[in-house]
């Protein structure tokens, strides 16, 4: 089992054009609360970044922010958070992220989220650190997604091994379920040794 004590979310600074996507930050805020885990996120207190952060502060949990200086006005920042963290770019964003969670769940959300979800899986492929990455597939929203790194598999890019860490669910509850019953994978990158 995984223990899960602070959990990363990458997700928009923006909210989307559908209220399910609000609704599930929303909901997910609410059971990371609820099941004692703290969340991890970008900082901002707009789209669902900001979402998220009311919804776990809202219910009483722990919600700690890192944002880049040079992104303070833009993403306008949280003010009442347990904690933020600021760093000066963001590569140390990533980093600090990484280094404060036990997990990684994606919700809908633009290129910075894909960015950051793609970096922490890509990490974990690699053997640089053992965390589950996850995607909250709100109304089909990843399914394209999911669709095109099945292909990447298909097409011998990447071990079928490798496109099962990244764990996909409709549900909070689901996702959490999943990501402590995580197990890496014990197998090499490269599908054929013989090309190295």
């Not at 600021?86 to 633009?110: C, N, T, W, Y």
């Not at 597939?137 to 097409?155: H, S």
Request: with cysteine.
């Amino acid at each position: 089992m995984t223990p899960l004590t602070r959990i990363c979310v990458f997700c928009g600074s923006n909210q989307g054009d559908r209220p399910a996507y609000r609704q599930a930050a929303q909901r997910l805020g609410e059971t990371l609360a609820r099941e004692r885990i703290g969340l991890v996120y970008g900082g901002a207190k707009v789209g669902l970044m900001g979402v998220i952060a009311d919804a776990v502060l809202a219910a009483g949990g722990e919600v700690i922010g890192v944002m880049p200086t040079a992104l303070r006005r833009r993403e306008i920042q949280h003010d009442g958070l347990t904690e933020l963290r600021q760093v000066d770019s963001m590569h140390e964003r990533k980093a600090l992220m990484a280094e404060l969670s036990s997990a990684f769940i994606a919700l809908p959300g633009g290129i910075g989220t894909l960015d950051e979800l793609f970096e922490a899986w890509s990490w974990n492929q690699l053997g640089l650190h053992r965390k589950p990455c996850a995607l909250l597939n709100v109304e089909g929203f990843f399914d394209p997604l999911i669709e095109f790194l099945d292909l990447i598999c298909r097409r011998r890019f990447m071990p079928p091994e490798h496109r099962a860490m990244l764990i996909s669910g409709t549900e909070p509850e689901e996702i959490l379920r999943a990501l402590f019953a995580y197990e890496p994978p014990e197998v090499s990158k490269w599908i054929d040794r013989s090309q190295t």
